[in-house]
C-alpha cells in the first residue's frame, strides 16, 4: 500500500522559535496534500489544502502567517509553525492523495510541545 | 453546515459482545470512510465505502453505508481486547475534503 512518511515524529521547542514539519509520500505520486491538528481526546481538524505547486488553501481560522505550507513536489509538503506558542501544541497529522482520487493515505503524525 | 456525528462517544463493552457505532453525516456524499486510531498514533484505513448499500467486512468488523438516509454504521461482533481504540468515520464531502466525525472510543474488557 501507499505509504507517507513524517518527519520528526516529535519535537519539542521554546515559545517563539519556528518548527519545519515534512510530509513525504514515499511510493507514490501526491498530487494533493492535507494537513490536519489533532488536541487530545479531540478529532483531527483539517488546517490546509496544497496542491503541488500552488498555494495552499487554508480552513476558517487557520492563520496561513502562522502555519506556513509549501508543496514544492508531487512527494513532499512542508508545514512550518512560526513562533510558536504552548497554544500551538498539538499532534500534526499530514495525508497525501494521488491520482486515484478517492483514497488519502496518513503519516505517523508530528506531536509538538511548545515549551 | 458540513456535519459528521457518531455515536456512542464512548463505548465500553465485554469480550465476547457485539454492538454498532452510527454515523450520520450531512451531505449527500456517496463516500464515507472508517478509520482506527490506537492511542498516540496516526490512522490506519479501516474501509471505504464508496455506493449506497456498500458492505465491507474484515473479521470482527463489518461497515456498511445507506446513503438515502445519510448513515453509516460500524458493526463489531464477539468484541475482543484488541480491538480496543478509537474509530472515526469520516465523509468526503462535495468539498472534495474529509470531514471527520467525533469520533467513538472503544473499551473493551474482560
Known amino acids: 500500500g501507499a505509504v507517507v512518511s513524517q518527519h520528526p515524529s516529535w519535537v519539542i521547542c521554546k515559545s517563539g522559535t519556528s518548527v519545519k514539519i515534512e510530509c513525504r509520500s514515499l511510493d507514490f505520486q501526491a498530487t494533493t496534500m492535507f494537513w490536519y491538528r489533532q488536541f487530545p481526546k479531540q478529532s483531527l481538524m483539517l488546517m490546509a489544502t496544497s496542491n503541488e505547486g500552488s498555494k495552499a488553501t487554508y480552513e476558517q481560522g487557520v492563520e496561513k502567517d502562522k502555519f506556513l505550507i509549501n508543496h514544492a513536489s508531487l512527494t513532499l509538503s512542508t508545514l512550518t509553525v512560526t513562533s510558536a506558542h504552548p497554544e500551538d501544541s498539538s499532534f500534526y497529522i499530514c495525508?497525501?492523495?494521488?491520482?486515484?482520487?478517492?483514497?488519502?493515505?496518513f503519516g505517523p503524525g508530528t506531536r509538538l510541545t511548545v515549551t | 453546515e458540513l456535519k459528521v456525528e457518531q455515536n456512542p462517544l464512548f463505548l465500553s463493552m465485554q469480550e465476547g459482545k457485539n454492538y454498532t457505532i452510527y454515523c450520520n453525516y450531512s451531505?449527500?456524499?456517496?463516500?464515507l470512510y472508517w478509520y482506527r486510531q490506537d492511542p498516540g498514533k496516526s490512522l490506519e484505513s479501516l474501509f471505504v465505502l464508496l455506493s449506497n448499500g456498500a458492505v465491507k467486512q474484515e473479521g470482527r468488523l463489518m461497515a456498511s453505508l445507506d446513503t438515502k438516509a445519510r448513515l453509516s454504521t460500524l458493526h463489531i461482533t464477539a468484541a475482543v481486547h484488541d480491538l480496543s481504540a478509537t474509530y472515526f468515520c469520516?465523509?468526503?464531502?462535495?468539498?472534495?475534503?474529509?470531514?471527520f466525525g467525533t469520533g467513538t472510543r472503544l473499551q473493551v474488557f474482560p
Open positions: 451531505t449527500t456524499s456517496d463516500r
Open positions: 495525508s497525501a492523495r494521488g491520482d486515484s482520487g478517492y483514497e488519502q493515505y
Open positions: 469520516a465523509d468526503l464531502a462535495y468539498t472534495d475534503k474529509l470531514i
